[in-house]
T-cell receptor, first 117, second 114 residues
Framework: AQKITQTQPGMFVQEKEAVTLDCTYDTSDQSYGLFWYKQPSSGEMIFLIYQGSYDEQNATEGRYSLNFQKARKSANLVISASQLGDSAMYFCAMREGDDYNTDKLIFGTGTRLQVFP | SAVISQKPSRDICQRGTSLTIQCQVDSQVTMMFWYRQQPGQSLTLIATANQGSEATYESGFVIDKFPISRPNLTFSTLTVSNMSPEDSSIYLC???????????FGPGTRLTVT
C-alpha cells in the first residue's frame, strides 16, 4: 500500500539558513506525483511544489526545491534562505495513479518548522 | 491556481446536530475531494465527489454520517451529521487543476463540537 513517511516531527532553523525536510514514500506504481504543502496556524493548505515520477530534473519554485531520489524513494524539501514567515507545518503527500484530476492524495504526518531570528 | 472558498470558515456546534459545509470553485473541475484533519493530525480523505454521480467514500467514512452533494462542476457540500466531539476537526475541500498536476485546497472549515 502507498505510504508517506516524515520522520522529523519538528525542526528548527535560523533565519537566512537553509533547511531540509525529509520525506520518504512507498509505492508500487510506476507513475505517481509528490507534493509539498505548507500549513500555517490559520489552517489553510498552501501548495508549494510538485515532482512527477518521470521528471528527471528536481523541481524548484523560488526558495523551494525538491530533492528527488527515485531509487531511494525520497522527496526531501529544501527551503533556502529561511524567513520567519516559513514557520509552519509542512506536509509531504503523494498522488496515486496516473489521472491528475481524479486521484486522491495520501499525506505524511507532517514536520513542524520553526524559524528563529 | 484555482480559487476555492469554503463556508463557514469556523463553527461551534452542539453534539447531535448537523453542519453543512460549502465549497465553491472559480472554475469547472472534474473531481472535488473532501478531507478531514483532526487536531494535531495529518489529512485524511473522506470522499471524492464527482458531478452527477454518488460520492466515493474512503474506508471508515459512510454516507449516512458524511453525505455529500455535487450539483454542478463548481460546487459541493459536505454535511457532518449527528455530530459528536470526535468530529471536531478542520474540514478541507480540494480540487485538481484542469490539465495540470497541482491540487489546491480551500481555506478549511474549523469545526468544534461541544
Amino acid at each position: 500500500a502507498q505510504k508517506i513517511t516524515q520522520t522529523q516531527p519538528g525542526m528548527f532553523v535560523q533565519e537566512k539558513e537553509a533547511v531540509t525536510l525529509d520525506c520518504t514514500y512507498d509505492t508500487s506504481d510506476q507513475s505517481y506525483g509528490l507534493f509539498w504543502y505548507k500549513q500555517p496556524s490559520s489552517g489553510e493548505m498552501i501548495f508549494l511544489i510538485y515532482q512527477g515520477s518521470y521528471d528527471e530534473q528536481n523541481a524548484t519554485e523560488g526558495r523551494y526545491s525538491l530533492n528527488f531520489q527515485k531509487a531511494r524513494k525520497s522527496a526531501n524539501l529544501v527551503i533556502s534562505a529561511s524567513q520567519l514567515g516559513d514557520s509552519a507545518m509542512y506536509f509531504c503527500a503523494m498522488r496515486e495513479g496516473d489521472d491528475y484530476n481524479t486521484d486522491k492524495l495520501i499525506f505524511g504526518t507532517g514536520t513542524r518548522l520553526q524559524v528563529f531570528p | 491556481s484555482a480559487v476555492i472558498s469554503q463556508k463557514p470558515s469556523r463553527d461551534i456546534c452542539q453534539r447531535g446536530t448537523s453542519l453543512t459545509i460549502q465549497c465553491q470553485v472559480d472554475s469547472q473541475v472534474t473531481m472535488m475531494f473532501w478531507y478531514r484533519q483532526q487536531p494535531g493530525q495529518s489529512l485524511t480523505l473522506i470522499a471524492t465527489a464527482n458531478q452527477g454521480s454518488e460520492a466515493t467514500y474512503e474506508s471508515g467514512f459512510v454516507i449516512d454520517k458524511f453525505p455529500i452533494s455535487r450539483p454542478n462542476l463548481t460546487f459541493s457540500t459536505l454535511t457532518v451529521s449527528n455530530m459528536s466531539p470526535e468530529d471536531s476537526s478542520i474540514y478541507l475541500c480540494s480540487v485538481g487543476r484542469q490539465g495540470g498536476y497541482e491540487q489546491y485546497f480551500g481555506p478549511g472549515t474549523r469545526l468544534t463540537v461541544t
